[in-house]
């Protein structure tokens, strides 16, 4: 009769440690959740860019940063 109390107590332990598992993995869900949010959301662009107007320079080099050329492909 030991062993079964004892296998049952094994069995207790192997439970308890699978819901501190799942509720670990639920934290560093909601950690990495809250480090890797985005800032708020800007509904225009007025006043993002500080200092003066935006020339076409400025433009051209945005989109060259965001639009990569085919060969660099």
């Known amino acids: 009769m030991a062993n079964t109390e004892s296998t049952h107590e094994i069995l207790k332990r192997v439970d308890a440690l699978g819901?501190?598992?799942e509720q670990l993995k639920r934290d560093l869900l909601r950690r990495l959740k809250r480090e890797?949010?985005?800032g708020p959301v800007r509904?225009?662009?007025f006043g993002s860019i500080h200092g003066g107007d935006v020339t076409e320079e400025d433009i051209?080099?945005?989109q060259r940063a965001v639009f990569r050329d085919l060969e660099e492909l």
Do not use: H, V, Y
Request: no cysteine.
């Open 60 to 62: 051209d080099k945005a």
């Open 43 to 45: 509904a225009s662009l």
């Open 19 to 21: 819901r501190e598992l």
């Open 36 to 38: 890797t949010a985005p």
